[in-house]
């Protein structure tokens, strides 16, 4: 790893030296050394003009590839750096997916152009590819499956294959088509080769792989593909006619990136963000999630703000509150992290909600008069105080038992809102908890104070 | 979506109400017709004691498939519940990652006992798997690759797997291997398919898929198979001999749940936590990271304790503190969130470093100055106090800065350190962003005051 990582670094930095010694001629060169998705790399870990001078030495040919693993701001911004025709013969050799995926990144009229610079049999196919939803199977595959039918045999089929110049990457499969143009089962290239030539391709496909629907959404095409251990799905239309093939890198892509974004959304930040862009679009993108927090922070004041009388009584209650606001936002976002990646794994379903809320509250409740007694005892002896102790127990306990409360609703009803619970639900529940922890702790005080 | 997720949910029901009514034959039926992944999900969505009733009624020689398919604490828990001679049986015919996955997670003496009892050759293959680590390419692989020599023609390439009753799973591509056991190149299957039976081995194979150091570390061979779209990949020793091979849906898993498992330890829960575990030893594992956020809130509420004179002076400065820690926290964590990707995605390195800091301070110092007006606003207006208003407004700007500034060196730092920054950097962030937050803001309020 150490080899590869410094390696790397070397390499990027041996670029940046010779771009800083105006090389342009030797910037190329290493270039031309290093693979599209490395470029990909490189580019995304330079500053914008030193990213558009290295850009400019990426070999047409090469262009397209690369722009295929830049994230989306990144290679909107580049693509349109080059000269349109330049782009259009940078793509050309692009998988139909890939330039799919490319054309809905990029700014309309640029993908329009694009389209229109592709000719024939891959315009009609680009075309009939761009009409699925990005999130869809449709949105995933290629239009490039090699069909067969089931009544050949194998020595048939071989002599078909060696006809073609070559197979579509990450074929490992053929597809099986009747006559009527419907999916009937695939025929591994394992199985193939494995087979006596006289042997029929109905007796050797196999046919637990089932057409993909093409409307299925793609989160639910990358757990079929992870459960049953697939290279390549064929995808079918509502009459079951095949239409097209997914392959098993385009859904690791889309795992991957689906990860990602979550991790990036929880903080608020566009998935797409260039880590190195322009400080003023990196400052307005924050800045709305900031504004969101100010709001939940506000009401959390407010709350505060009704019980300065008793604040002005006890100062001390305003060293402890944080605490209780604090200990019951951690609980809960455990509850809610929980209930999230179960309802993302199909583990929680109507037959066990109850299970799961008795599990959560029972949690909450022995967590709950846990840290009730320590945080209750330590007070005491800070404070000298039982009755301060006593106040902050009960508004531990009180804080737990809400934040597993509102840990498992937010998330279960987001979902059934159509929400996406990882996006909004942190921001939701630290509103609660600190709310009811606010509330419970000075509220309490309160009324033990008059 | 919908048709298989209620199909989905109304399986389980359906099992539930065969169990519950105690028809033991339907559910062995249906569980029969299930996938062993879809098996594993019921298993997992089911309290303790029906999941114990269930498993009972898996049939041997499909449970061993369903226990790959689980998270490690149920498989553990369920594989001791088996028979040990069922439990040999069961896993016979897995393949050799599987098993080596399975006995890595099962108590020592049951593996040991697994070991034993498999035979020969795939006991000699299994213990060289199991003597390489987990986290590394040799810990990811099969020993089962199919290898050719360089020299032979294609025909007879076919006549060779023709002799073969079947491929191993997941095989895109055969392994040529010269007389001195050294990897030369991969022979895909398409490529094999479409040659003439003349053309030789050596002129068709594939030179760019490199092997795989046994020793390349999980993570790096995820990022390989995705940048270049392998389907497999040879896995070679120091002596370039090849010893194995990695196939993507593996690499799949890995990348799951590497992602499963960074959402998971931010809220300091495990991974493999079972969702529907007794509720004892889920309040241990949460009780844990709850107590270190004590210690944390312990040390703001120590901050705020200094301050407790000029508390008791303006009262509203309890009611407004929160807002000064929470901004901080939330643009800390907006600033560590995107080092993190960084690091991971390998787009940070030295000699981009002193870019990123520039950009995220200054970013900072945007936000920190439009945040620090809106909110001195907002306080003027609401407590009728240009000081107030001052002092939160400076407060807010020099604890945006701190936020920024702990958000940028704590990944780093814990990065050089071999701590993974996704599980620790969330909870010392927050403790930098509340301690500076109550620091500044009452600090401010004190010299101002006096």
Not at 200 to 220: C, H, K, N, T, Y
Request: with cysteine.
């Amino acid at each position: 790893m150490q080899a590869t990582k410094h390696g790397e670094q070397g390499h990027l930095q041996a670029i940046r030296e010779a771009l800083g010694e105006g090389r342009l001629k030797r910037v190329g060169k290493l270039l031309h050394r290093t693979h599209p998705a490395k470029v990909a790399g490189l580019l995304e870990a330079l500053p914008p003009n030193e990213r558009r001078a290295v850009w400019s030495m990426v070999d047409t040919e090469r262009a397209g590839r690369v722009l295929t693993f830049l994230h989306e701001e990144i290679c909107a911004a580049l693509a349109q750096e080059l000269d349109p025709d330049d782009l259009a013969a940078s793509v050309q050799y692009l998988e139909l997916d890939d330039l799919v995926d490319l054309i809905q990144v990029l700014p309309g009229e640029i993908g329009a152009r694009l389209l229109a610079a592709t000719g024939g049999r891959r315009r009609q196919q680009l075309e009939t590819l761009l009409s699925y939803p990005e999130d869809s199977a449709g949105g995933l595959m290629n239009a490039d499956p090699i069909e067969v039918r089931p009544d050949v045999r194998v020595g048939t089929v071989m002599r078909y294959l060696r006809l073609l110049d070559e197979l579509p990457p990450q074929t490992d499969m053929l597809m099986v088509v009747g006559r009527d143009g419907c999916y009937q089962g695939g025929l591994r290239l394992s199985t193939l080769v494995t087979a006596d030539t006289d042997e029929r391709v109905s007796d050797l496909m196999q046919v637990e792989v089932a057409g993909i629907p093409v409307d299925m959404p793609a989160a639910e095409v990358a757990q079929l593909f992870d459960d049953l251990d697939l290279l390549s799905a064929p995808v079918v239309d509502a009459d079951l006619h095949l239409v097209g093939r997914i392959t098993v890198d385009d859904v690791v892509d889309r795992i991957r990136e689906d990860a990602d974004r979550s991790v990036m959304q929880m903080a608020g930040l566009n998935q797409d963000a260039d880590t190195f862009g322009p400080i003023l679009a990196g400052s307005r993108s924050r800045a709305v999630w900031l504004g969101i927090n100010l709001v939940t922070a506000l009401l959390a004041a407010a709350v505060i703000s009704r019980f300065e009388a008793t604040l002005q009584q006890l100062v001390a209650l305003a060293v402890l509150m944080p605490i209780v606001a604090s200990m019951g936002g951690i609980a809960g976002s455990q509850t809610l992290t929980l209930v999230i990646r179960g309802l993302a794994l199909g583990q929680i379903q109507k037959g066990n909600m109850r299970l799961l809320f008795t599990r959560e509250m029972g949690i909450s409740v022995i967590n709950g008069l846990l840290w009730a007694i320590v945080i209750g005892l330590l007070v005491f002896a800070w404070f000298d105080s039982a009755m301060l102790g006593g106040i902050i127990g009960a508004a531990i306990l009180v804080n737990l038992l809400c934040a597993a409360a509102a840990g498992l609703t937010i998330p279960l009803l987001l979902h059934r809102l159509g929400i996406d619970p990882a996006l909004a639900g942190g921001v939701i529940l630290t509103t609660v908890t600190d709310v009811m922890g606010f509330f419970a702790f000075l509220g309490l005080a309160t009324l033990w104070l008059s």
